[in-house]
């Protein structure tokens, strides 16, 4: 899943929408890095990542791709999927998208400044040499910075809709590197195979839900 999934996924289950948009910048025990609802979401966003791998409908959709392209398929197919919310979206949520968005902007912009709160607090005791709480809280991950603020400022959200966005996405993920480079042809198949696919995500998302929701973190 992809940014938006994993913020709708958050709200569906109450979780923190900072720590399920941190899942993929963060390495390791996230309870000795963040405070426990962020750590919480981080989790989350990994029992989502993993159980939607693991999916049958997910080997079935690997099906619509060539077989030069296929090994990018799951990153073209959480892109596809967040578009598939996204065009979707009044299916899943009683808000507007743009609504949506906009209050989940506010609510991860919260949690930040309350993490780095929390990281300027420990710096502080840690300094003064009095008693150090657990977890040590830590500055959220510059490329988690420099990635979210681009997203929010450029609207990716609710671009997801138009699918040309996705296409154009995945073009700019395929020029960072040659090894990524037939990225961009993995539109392809999602354009080949549109309507399969969108069959494909009634399927996986709301077991996906349910999953997420089911799960104590």
């Known amino acids: 899943m992809n940014y938006l999934a994993h913020l709708h996924i958050a709200d569906h289950c109450q979780s923190s929408l900072l720590g399920n948009l941190l899942g993929d910048f963060v390495k390791g025990d996230p309870d000795s890095q963040?405070?426990?609802p962020i750590a919480s979401g981080i989790r989350l966003h990994r029992l989502v990542d993993a159980y939607t791998d693991s999916h049958p409908v997910i080997s079935h959709a690997k099906q619509c791709f060539s077989a030069d392209t296929r090994r990018f398929a799951p990153i073209a197919l959480d892109m596809f999927w967040d578009h598939c919310l996204a065009s979707q979206w009044a299916h899943y949520h009683d808000l507007s998208l743009s609504r949506f968005v906009r209050q989940a902007h506010q609510r991860v912009t919260r949690e930040q400044a309350i993490t780095f709160a929390a990281a300027a607090n420990f710096s502080e005791t840690r300094a003064s040499s009095e008693p150090i709480a657990s977890p040590q809280p830590i500055a959220l991950p510059d490329r988690f910075?420099?990635?979210s603020?681009?997203?929010w400022q450029g609207g990716w959200l609710e671009s997801y809709?138009?699918?040309s966005n996705i296409e154009?996405?995945?073009q700019r993920m395929s020029q960072r590197s040659v090894r990524m480079g037939k990225l961009a042809h993995c539109f392809d198949g999602l354009s080949r195979h549109y309507s399969r696919l969108a069959e494909l995500f009634t399927v996986l998302y709301p077991d996906v839900l349910e999953k997420a929701k089911r799960s104590e973190l």
């Open 145 to 147: 910075n420099r990635v």
């Open 168 to 170: 154009f996405a995945l």
């Open 161 to 163: 809709a138009e699918l």
């Open 149 to 151: 603020g681009a997203m």
């Open 34 to 36: 963040y405070v426990a």
